[in-house]
Every structure is written in C-alpha cells, then in structure tokens.
C-alpha cells in the first residue's frame, strides 16, 4: 500500500489515518505504514491519540478511536 501511495501523490501531501481501537497489532499496521514515510522530505506528524478505553459519548455511546495525521512531500 505505502508503494503505491509513493507512485501516485507527488508533493505535499496529508493524510488522516483514523481508525478505532481493535488490539494492538491492528493499530501497529497504522504505525508500520506512517514509519514507512519518516525519512522522507517534510514528514511531520501533526497529530496522535489514542483513547483504547470505552468512552461514552452522545445517547451512552462506547466508543474508541486510534488517530494518526501527517504531512510528507513525495
């Protein structure tokens, strides 16, 4: 996936990775494909959080939520 994100979106570019909290091996697959882009020009990463523990939110709602924002150029 990362080669094929490199062979189609030159220059500046942002992504959102956003996803929520299933296991930690599935939110290694999130990290593996933001590492694949640090060493390249501009990798900044603008934003992390992680909430693994059930939340409530409108009408008691759970919720968990794994987020990931970074800009590179390519």
């Given at each position: 996936m990362s080669k094929v994100v490199t062979g189609n979106?030159?220059?500046?570019?942002?992504?959102?990775?956003v996803s929520p909290f299933i296991n930690d091996p599935k939110?290694?697959?999130i990290d593996s494909f933001i590492n694949y882009?640090?060493?390249m020009q501009n990798f900044?990463?603008?934003a992390?959080?992680?909430?693994r523990n059930k939340y409530e939110?409108?009408?008691?709602?759970?919720?968990t939520r794994?987020?990931?924002i970074f800009?590179?150029?390519l």
């Amino acid at each position: 996936m990362s080669k094929v994100v490199t062979g189609n979106f030159k220059g500046l570019n942002y992504f959102i990775c956003v996803s929520p909290f299933i296991n930690d091996p599935k939110t290694e697959r999130i990290d593996s494909f933001i590492n694949y882009f640090k060493k390249m020009q501009n990798f900044n990463v603008i934003a992390k959080k992680d909430n693994r523990n059930k939340y409530e939110w409108i009408s008691d709602k759970e919720w968990t939520r794994v987020v990931r924002i970074f800009k590179v150029t390519l």
